[in-house]
């Protein structure tokens, strides 16, 4: 399917830290047949149409916002913080429950849960 989303990655300065990091906040695990030293490929689940990611070794520490969907957003920002991470005060809106948050590195990124009915 084109006009979609079709990769991204997250740029972090330690990619050993990030996996840990993803790793305890999402279960995330890696293809490490697909990973480098500078380079991690997170396994997909292998649901149709889901999309590829990894995480990068870089020295810049904001991206554009990506939002992750989790089932909690307050839990997955308690859970952050836990990591060493920060989080800002969640908001709600029409589309759901959001906020920004940024991992123990400094790299921000975005948790969203759709609205409950």
């Given at each position: 399917m084109?006009?979609?989303l079709g990769y991204f990655f997250i740029e972090?300065?330690?990619i050993d830290?990030?996996?840990t990091f993803y790793g305890a906040l999402f279960g995330w695990t890696f293809d490490a047949g697909w990973s480098k030293p500078t380079y991690?490929?997170?396994k997909a689940a292998g649901?149709?149409?889901e999309?590829?990611?990894g995480i990068v070794k870089g020295e810049k520490k904001d991206f554009s916002h990506l939002f992750f969907q989790v089932a909690d957003v307050d839990a997955a920002c308690r859970r952050v913080v836990e990591l060493g991470g920060q989080a800002a005060i969640p908001s709600d809106a029409p589309s759901g429950r959001n906020v920004v948050v940024r991992d123990d590195q400094g790299v921000t990124f975005g948790?969203?849960?759709p609205p409950r009915d």
């Open positions: 084109e006009n979609r972090t300065p330690d830290r990030a996996r991690t490929h997170v649901a149709e149409g999309t590829a990611f948790l969203w849960s």
